[in-house]
């Protein structure tokens, strides 16, 4: 039973569209976000979401907009995908005390 | 968050024991040392954390110094399946965690 969800794996699409990515987790934990992880495989942190409620945005462009319907869902949509854009993000999870995070495998979206 | 420094790359033998150091040197006095690793192609992985006492888990050891300037993580008897890139993090704020370059550990057989 998978803890930390997304979908789709991988995601290939042309510069302009607008595309989603589905996370959920079935860990009961409070806080979800979501990481980017670039070509040279740096991690970076771009939202976090407690209970619903956004708590962090790394100055990401307006472009990207996460949606948490409830607390079991962090989903990103992101509008007039750009060839920069590419990458593998990651949806993530925790209760939001010291406990660690729970990461789910990855979405690679690729930008044409 | 304090700096951390990683060796870029070490290597190790399978089933030998895996030593992978981190400086934390301006860390403070409640900035937890958290070790993540990420096996490639997949998801960042939590292996353990601590903030002063040495602390173990059924996945590795972590031994901080006494005076929390660096630590160690120790994986008992590495497998290939333990070939990864390992990420130490010093932080206060469980909210976002800060990731670096981290170390690139090959086990070999």
């Given at each position: ?112 | ?9 070490m290597d ?9 150091p981190c ?48 630590s160690t ?37």
């Open positions: 039973d998978t803890a930390v969800s997304q979908t789709p794996k991988y995601l290939v699409t042309q510069m302009g569209n607008d595309k989603s990515i589905k996370c959920e987790q079935n860990l009961g934990h409070d806080t979800m976000y979501w990481y980017k992880q670039d070509s040279k495989k740096f991690l970076k942190i771009m939202f976090s979401y407690n209970n619903k409620e956004l708590i962090i945005n790394e100055t990401v462009p307006n472009r990207f907009s996460p949606k948490s319907p409830d607390k079991a869902h962090l989903n990103l949509h992101i509008n007039s995908l750009e060839l920069g854009d590419s990458a593998v993000y990651f949806c993530a999870s925790s209760q939001g005390s010291w406990d660690g995070y729970t990461f789910g495998s990855g979405t690679r979206l690729t930008v044409v | 968050d304090a700096k951390t420094t990683q060796p870029t790359s190790c033998a399978e089933g030998r024991a895996a030593n992978l400086n934390h040197s301006t860390i403070s006095g409640n900035e937890y040392v958290y070790w993540y690793r990420q096996i490639h192609s997949q998801g960042p992985q939590y292996i353990i954390h601590g903030l002063k006492n040495n602390e173990t888990n059924e996945m590795a050891s972590l031994i901080i110094t006494e005076d929390r300037k660096s993580l120790i994986l008992p008897h590495a497998t290939l399946r333990d070939t990864a890139v390992y990420y130490c993090i010093a932080t206060l704020n469980t909210d976002k965690l800060i990731f670096g370059t981290g170390t690139r550990l090959q086990v070999f057989p």
